[in-house]
């Protein structure tokens, strides 16, 4: 199995004569993931593949990690299941830039780095520094302060409408606006009869 | 009972059912066997080429049910190249031919074709429940005919399995008169639902107890079939993004209040979080629990959910003190990984098992992916849960020790299979050398299922378990040390055995052999996916490692089906 010249071949873990091929298809990691998304079945299910890699290294990333075919043993229904769902959310990957109204700057988070709008609303309390910005998110009537985000078509969107995967693969950036800013533009509360 | 007419003798037997007790009265005597022969209605064959159609026609005359499975267990994990075999077509075509008053069929990891779903659907009047999982080869129009023409199905029961999906109409297939349907799964199904179909087919199905969606059917459309079907007792919703339509949403809280049957919950495909709540009001019903395919809900609302369900016995999930704490009746859970490239889930490791084991004392069988595992944490799990039938531990790094100590696990296996005695299923994992073999071999006496991967130093490992483990059944080993010594140390146990996979393992050519030439009642298949012909050419014909290795008994000799990558000696 090549290494790319890491030189890591004599503590790599090999059964077989030397020179003997290991069977199997070999896509590096990156092709893997953005041939993943979305609807070839065939090409996620052999999507781990191995590149080698020295099974012993704690400490190395997940992306030079062995990865085995087969590896780990969940089989291949369940393993095209969750690569939708990784694909998805590695799509939506990176930091996009949060203001909110009042401060005088501006931060920048990763919102592939949570997992919900749960998470999203800890994650935005914490940068900030201010506890209401989580309850805006979840149920939004009572609080001073509302999160929208701009969308993909430079649109600006109450955050909370769509289901999570969609959300981080259209929002640019967000802003967490004050309510009283926001009247007279007939925002219901959420869950509210018409 | 010599004394008693058949008829009598039969009617005892009725009573028997399990496949293991059947066999045994067949052995008692002549008499027995030919009772037992004409009566037996349902037929298990966990290989499907250890026998053949005819031979099973012959032995059985009258069967109602068949079981069949065809690839091994480690083909779930890409192991086994497409084409491989595990067609069902051939035994379709014989039972078709013969009188056999097939009723109800039961598939694993085989391959099915439209053309076999068509010929099945034709031959046999009476035919009731069909149940396939983890097969491929077909396509909607196979479901079309299934529907067209099985006038009294019951069952229609599609577990994981590769479906080409036509976006068809086969949901419209069944006809109006028909009204008999008890369970109907197609969660695996990608493709758009005739969802008026599915609506009027569930309108008059009164019979339906088990209805599992697939992705497409929405929130409204759900509420509207669970009204319809009130009695519903195993629930597998689809997707639930639209929580805005607060109609819908209040119409799908009425309708499941009134679903008080309800025992067993999963799917949730798509699932908004915040729609769960919903299903609060029947949570303290549920015994089965399975929210392994939502990857959407996570936290908070996974633990709400949880936390309602007091009388849960099956659960497959990531909330695990919660859990632990609430669920007292848990017998199975399945913790599968959120990330597989091993990056995440740094919250499942030994501390959610243990928790899981003091709180649940009835849990028998576990499946747990972790991150990390210590031998402290496995005597601990050992002593908490002596009742562990099935036992299956994967650390997501191979050969990973215990974090604290950099001991191998074997101790800490070595735990359960001391404690466990009635431990039929295992599958172990982390770094391991050839002393938990030995302990496996000297304790896991009832042990039926073993899988083994990167694990062990040397032939001596392997030796210990297939001397010490008298009713060993499956045993699968990937990426170990194990080679000739050992595969041909006892060859007769093998017959004992349904089969032995062993891949990436030490294994040569000229061993393969050799076993072959000793146990013409075993096909020893190689299979090669590149190049079959380059092991015979090249001069190191003998010592050839062997990459994949299957070998299983059989009583109708090599098979005919086998593809150009798979060699049989």
């Not at chain 1, 290294?57 to 997940?62: A, G, L, M, Q, R």
């Not at chain 1, 201010?130 to 149920?139: R, S, T, Y």
């Not at chain 2, 025992?263 to 769960?276: D, I, W």
């Not at chain 2, 404690?419 to 391991?432: D, E, H, I, P, Y």
């Amino acid at each position: 199995m090549e290494k790319g010249g890491l030189g890591l071949e004599i503590t790599e873990l090999r059964l077989g004569l030397p020179g003997t091929e290991k069977m199997m298809k070999k896509r590096g990691f990156t092709e893997m993931i953005m041939t993943s998304s979305g609807s070839n079945s065939d090409q996620c299910e052999s999507g781990v593949v191995s590149s080698g890699g020295d099974v012993e290294k704690v400490n190395e990333s997940p992306v030079a990690k062995s990865q085995v075919v087969g590896w780990p043993p969940v089989c291949s229904y369940r393993r095209k299941n969750s690569c939708k769902e990784v694909s998805t959310t590695k799509v939506g990957l990176g930091y996009v830039k949060v203001s909110m109204d009042g401060v005088p700057y501006l931060r920048k988070m990763d919102l592939g780095s949570s997992q919900g709008y749960d998470d999203l609303a800890f994650a935005l309390d914490k940068l900030f520094s201010f506890h209401g910005i989580g309850v805006a998110l979840k149920d939004g009537d009572n609080c001073e302060y509302v999160t929208i985000y701009e969308d993909k078509d430079g649109d600006w969107m109450l955050a909370g409408d769509v289901p999570w995967g969609m959300f981080i693969e259209s929002c640019k950036r967000l802003r967490i606006m004050k309510r009283s800013d926001a009247t007279g533009f007939g925002l219901q509360p959420r869950g509210a009869d018409e | 009972m010599n004394y008693f007419p058949d008829e009598v003798i039969e009617h005892v037997f009725d009573f028997v059912t399990s496949h293991k007790d059947r066999h045994s009265i067949s052995l008692v005597c002549k008499s027995w066997f030919k009772i037992e022969r004409y009566s037996r209605q349902n037929v298990f064959i966990g290989n499907c080429y250890a026998i053949n159609p005819e031979r099973l026609l012959r032995r059985f005359p009258c069967f109602k049910s068949l079981t069949l499975k065809g690839k091994p267990h480690f083909a779930d994990f890409n192991l086994v190249p497409h084409g491989w075999g595990g067609f069902v077509q051939p035994w379709i075509e014989a039972l078709a031919r013969s009188r056999v008053g097939l009723e109800e069929l039961r598939l694993k990891r085989m391959v099915v074709t439209d053309e076999s779903l068509e010929l099945l659907s034709r031959s046999f009047v009476n035919f009731k429940s069909l149940v396939l999982v983890s097969c491929e080869g077909f396509s909607t129009d196979g479901l079309a005919s299934i529907a067209s023409n099985c006038r009294h199905l019951q069952d229609l029961d599609l577990q994981e399995n590769e479906i080409d999906d036509h976006r068809g109409q086969w949901l419209s297939c069944f006809p109006e008169t028909y009204t008999s349907l008890v369970t109907l799964n197609f969660a695996c199904l990608e493709g758009e639902t005739n969802l008026v179909a599915l609506e009027r087919l569930v309108a008059r199905s009164p019979n339906l107890r088990s209805l599992k969606l697939n992705r497409a059917v929405p929130l409204d459309a759900l509420a509207r079939l669970m009204a319809c079907a009130p009695q519903i007792v195993d629930l597998g919703v689809g997707s639930y993004e639209d929580e805005q339509d607060s109609e819908s949403c209040l119409k799908l809280q009425a309708a499941i209040r009134k679903c008080t049957s309800l025992r067993s919950l999963s799917g949730f495909l798509e699932a908004a979080p915040h729609c769960l709540s919903a299903f609060h009001p029947v949570c303290h019903n549920l015994t089965s629990l399975n929210l392994s395919y939502a990857a959407e809900i996570h936290g908070s609302h996974l633990i709400k959910l949880i936390e309602h369900c007091k009388k849960l016995q099956r659960i497959g999930d990531k909330g695990l003190e919660v859990v632990a704490s609430t669920c007292k009746e848990l017998q199975e859970l399945r913790v599968f990984p959120t990330d597989l490239q091993g990056g995440g889930n740094t919250a499942v490791t030994e501390d959610g098992l243990v928790a899981i084991s003091a709180g649940c004392p009835k849990l028998h069988s576990i499946l747990y992916f972790c991150q990390q595992m210590t031998n402290a944490a496995l005597i601990t799990v050992a002593k908490n849960c002596p009742n562990f039938i099935r036992f299956r531990l994967c650390i997501l790094e191979p050969h990973k020790p215990d974090h604290v100590t950099s001991q191998p696990l074997d101790e800490g296996f070595g735990a359960i299979v001391q404690a466990c005695k009635n431990l039929k299923r295992l599958s172990v994992s982390g770094l391991l050398t050839d002393q938990v073999f030995l302990y496996i071999g000297m304790y896991a006496t009832e042990l039926e299922m073993l899988s083994i991967a990167f694990a062990g130093d040397t032939d001596k490992g392997m030796l210990y378990v297939l001397n010490g483990c008298k009713k060993m059944r499956k045993l699968e080993i990937r990426d170990s040390p194990f080679g000739d010594a050992a595969l041909l140390a006892d060859v007769n146990k093998y017959e004992t055995m349904r089969s032995l996979w062993m891949s990436s393992c030490e294994v040569t050519l000229g061993g393969c052999k050799r076993l072959a030439r000793k146990a013409p009642w075993l096909n020893v298949e190689i299979i090669n996916e590149n190049d079959n012909n380059r092991m015979e050419e090249n001069g190191y014909e003998g010592r050839q490692k062997v990459d994949k290795l299957y070998l299983y008994r059989t009583v109708v000799g090599t098979r005919v089906d086998a593809p150009p990558f798979v060699w049989i000696l």
